[in-house]
């Protein structure tokens, strides 16, 4: 079952599994999630796989995706599609 929610109305900010971010679930379904994830400066997840796919859109800050072998630049306003069965690793510097 699809759930949407409003990150402005909501302030379940949990610690994210294999992140030192705090996250919100925004969508879920089977095989796609979408969540807002907070970092401060030099915070990064792990470098992880899961079932569904994402996407990472940057509201704000600087640093870097790993995805497979390559590192991406991410800055405010980039957006990147990310399968979940690749591994993955989102790294802040700002």
């Not at 994210?16 to 401060?40: C, E, P, T, Y």
């Not at 990064?44 to 796989?49: A, E, I, M, N, Y």
Request: charged content about 20%; aromatic content about 10%; some cysteine.
């Amino acid at each position: 079952m699809l759930q949407i929610k409003n990150y402005k109305d909501d302030h379940e900010w949990l610690s994210m599994v294999g992140s030192q971010a705090k996250g919100l679930n925004l969508v879920k379904d089977n095989n796609f999630a979408a969540d807002i994830l907070r970092f401060n400066a030099n915070e990064k997840t792990s470098l992880h796989t899961h079932p569904g796919d994402h996407i990472l859109f940057v509201v704000e800050g600087d640093g870097w995706l790993k995805f497979g072998d390559d590192l991406y630049e991410l800055t405010t306003g980039t957006c990147y599609f990310v399968p979940g069965s690749v591994p993955h690793q989102v790294m802040l510097i700002s």
